[in-house]
């Protein structure tokens, strides 16, 4: 009870003034030192949507790094303890003491490009509640038939559309997390900039050998 009431109060408090957000619907620019990344919110995630508004606006990701980087999977940023971390520094650790309850969709998956929350692994978090702040990029591999036809067989919870296949066959990404990490926007420009990232040399933690920040700004 009690950690529902915090929640209660963090959405009437935070999220309540953001409503126009989702009115005006606009866009968010991440800049790199490897160039640029559009990205759209989904309205279908609503608390997710007006979580992340919340905190570009609050210029809580300007200087976060790209903190685990694991090149065919996805980047994964957000961590607030990255802005002056040191060099070889163990990250991903990093929140706001709050979580984000799932928002799962039949039609937001996890496609190239697609942004989803990160979270802490089911043994600890069975309700698969979603990080505050981190979240990450997917890159991902493309797959085949057989291989999409395997996953349904061996994950009773993912089921396949005819839109989904194409795009996983045709631009991939990394269907084992589906209706597992709540996905809840996309890159609309800039996808080239993941695999400049995914493809960094990085230490024994996917941590990259060279720092890489980022600045992120709501637009039009």
């Known amino acids: 009870m009690h950690k529902i009431n915090l929640f209660f109060l963090f959405i ?31 309205d279908e995630t609503p608390l997710h949507k007006e979580n992340f508004f919340k905190l570009v606006a609050d ?10 980087v694991i090149e065919n999977f996805m980047i994964q940023t957000g961590d607030p303890d990255s802005k002056n971390a040191k060099k070889g520094e163990l990250l ?22 697609a942004i989803a929350a990160a979270r802490q692994p089911d043994n600890v978090n069975p309700q698969k509640m979603s990080s505050a702040s981190q979240f990450y990029i997917v890159q991902g591999t493309k797959l085949t038939d057989e291989q999409l036809d ?53 230490d024994e933690n996917n941590r990259p050998l060279h720092d890489i920040k980022i600045e992120v700004k709501i637009i039009d």
């Open 12 to 42: 009437v408090t935070f999220l309540s003034p953001m409503a126009s957000f989702a009115q005006d619907n606009p866009q968010v620019l991440i800049t790199t030192s490897y160039g640029n990344m559009k990205i759209r919110l989904f």
């Open 59 to 68: 210029g809580t990701y300007n200087g976060v790094l790209f903190h685990r």
């Open 92 to 113: 991903g650790r990093g929140d706001f003491g709050y979580t984000l309850p799932p928002e799962f969709s039949p039609s937001l998956y996890h496609k190239k490009g």
């Open 150 to 202: 395997l996953m349904e067989s061996r994950e009773m919870h993912i089921k396949f559309t005819d839109e989904q296949r194409k795009i996983y066959k045709s631009s991939g990404g990394t269907p084992h997390l589906d209706y597992s990490y709540t996905v809840f926007g996309e890159v609309v420009e800039g996808l080239d900039i993941i695999d400049k990232i995914s493809a960094v040399p990085t």
